[in-house]
């Protein structure tokens, strides 16, 4: 079975630029998160879908953070315009279920350089 | 105060070693806690549950504290493999993963 897949793994960008990551769920998981860990620092919950819909997106720094799940397969995480303290790794998990004893599935995370 | 603290290591130990190393919670409402391990530049892994007084997988063994509101981890007869960052992790009762910044292990031969 395939894993949790992201792309691009590494994006360099320039202050002002927009980016877009993307996560591909483990087939047939409806619940969808983001999460960042930026240099230094523990991993940050950003928000979570159930299929196509954000049910909780608390944890997205600001307005310039905009992640969309069409149709309710992949997701993606637009930045724009990209500052240098968005600078990190990003990563997607997966769930079958929301519980608070289900398992999330990480992808290898996409490392965002902002310059 | 942070919701999840770890010492962060290094711990270096010889092949074959004990190693342990705990982590601290701040929320008392936190319902399910695990470890995940993460190596260099990859993604969180799980490595396992801990839902109530401890549990034990081979050579690991979880240990859960709910009054001192803190959990353990124990690697016996370490091997190289097991070098890798170990995340605590704990779920408040919903989808949200609270995560600690890790424990650094380095076993050498």
């Known amino acids: 079975e395939a894993g949790v897949t992201q792309f691009p793994s590494h994006s360099v960008i320039e202050k002002g630029q927009t980016v877009t990551l993307r996560c591909d769920p483990i087939?047939?998981?409806?619940?969808l998160y983001w999460y960042r860990r930026v240099m230094g620092k523990e991993i940050k919950f950003l928000l979570h879908f159930v299929k196509e819909s954000k049910q909780d997106e608390s944890g997205m720094p600001n307005n310039r953070f905009l992640a969309e799940r069409t149709g309710g397969t992949y997701s993606t995480l637009k930045v724009q315009p990209a500052e240098l303290e968005d600078s990190g790794v990003y990563f997607c998990?997966?769930?079958?279920?929301?519980?608070?004893?289900?398992?999330?599935?990480f992808g290898p995370g996409t490392r965002l350089t902002v310059l | 105060r942070k919701e999840v603290e770890q010492d962060p290591g290094p711990f270096n130990v010889p092949e074959g070693a004990t190693v342990a190393f705990n982590c601290t919670y701040s929320?008392?409402?936190?319902?399910?806690f695990f470890w995940y391990r993460q190596d260099c530049r990859k993604e969180p892994k799980l490595l396992m549950s801990?839902?109530?007084s401890g549990n034990e997988d081979g050579r690991f063994t979880a240990q859960l504290n709910r009054a001192s509101q803190y959990i353990s981890l124990l690697i016996r007869d370490s091997k190289l493999s097991d070098s890798a960052t170990y995340l605590c992790v704990v779920n408040r009762g919903d989808y949200k993963l609270s995560f600690g910044a890790g424990t650094t292990v380095t076993v050498r031969a």
């Open positions: 801990v839902y109530s």
């Open positions: 929320n008392s409402a936190s319902q399910s």
């Open positions: 998990a997966s769930s079958q279920l929301a519980g608070f004893t289900d398992t999330q599935y």
């Open positions: 087939s047939g998981h409806d619940n």
